[in-house]
């Protein structure tokens, strides 16, 4: 994706009076128009728990997320908070994007933890079939399918974990998944490290990573 630049996401009939998702270069994004008529994009999860915000509704000059009806402006400053009914300040900004996934996984199964500064969303995915050949199981391609369907809207992705399931994902995204495959950025090798172990390792290495894009002299 080229920063400052202009893409064709829809026309304009295609947008009424409701979120519309749209994808774009890999990247999910929701499309609303405010009450004076404008538009406005956004990325289609919600700062909170990653939900889809194209699956919830315009209000006032904004949209509410779905899940727990957090509201966001065109510009995708939170603006209410229902729990409490209090308005959030602006929180304070920092070098990682907005949502990231760590996938520990192997042939049997996958820990998929989302991130985003504040909140941890984790998520255990088990092969359904128990039986296996020659170390893999015989329902490889649901198993994985399920892992990607897990991580719509996710920017970016570190894969990690023992063995050879992380590559071979990677490649049925690669065949399948493109969205997924798109946000995978690497895949490291670990044992069995805890959940909060992983979270870790995804911060420190997003952290990394976004340094590294948003520096001129490594494009």
């Not at 630049?5 to 994808?23: E, I």
Request: with cysteine; charged share 20%.
């Amino acid at each position: 994706m080229i920063i400052n630049n202009w893409y064709v996401a829809c026309v304009a009939d295609a947008l009424t009076d409701k979120p519309l998702r749209v994808k774009m270069l890999a990247h999910a994004f929701v499309l609303f128009r405010d009450a004076a008529g404008y538009v406005h994009c956004l990325s289609d999860a919600c700062c909170h728990r990653g939900a889809s915000l194209s699956q919830g509704i315009c209000v006032n000059s904004g949209i509410q997320c779905p899940q727990h009806g957090w509201e966001f402006n065109g510009a995708g400053k939170c603006t209410l908070i229902p729990t409490g009914s209090r308005t959030p300040t602006e929180p304070p900004r920092s070098p990682m994007s907005t949502f990231h996934a760590v996938v520990w996984m192997d042939h049997h199964n996958a820990h998929v933890l989302m991130f985003d500064r504040e909140h941890v969303q984790a998520e255990r995915i088990q092969s359904r079939n128990t039986h296996s050949h020659q170390g893999k199981h015989a329902d490889i391609k649901s198993y994985f399918a399920e892992i990607s369907h897990g991580l719509a809207g996710v920017h970016e992705v570190l894969l990690t974990g023992p063995g050879t399931a992380r590559t071979e994902f990677r490649s049925w995204c690669d065949a399948h998944a493109k969205g997924c495959a798109h946000a995978i950025i690497d895949n490291v090798a670990s044992d069995h490290p805890t959940d909060p172990q992983l979270v870790a390792m995804g911060r420190q290495y997003f952290l990394k990573f976004d340094k590294m894009a948003n520096d001129p002299s490594q494009r």
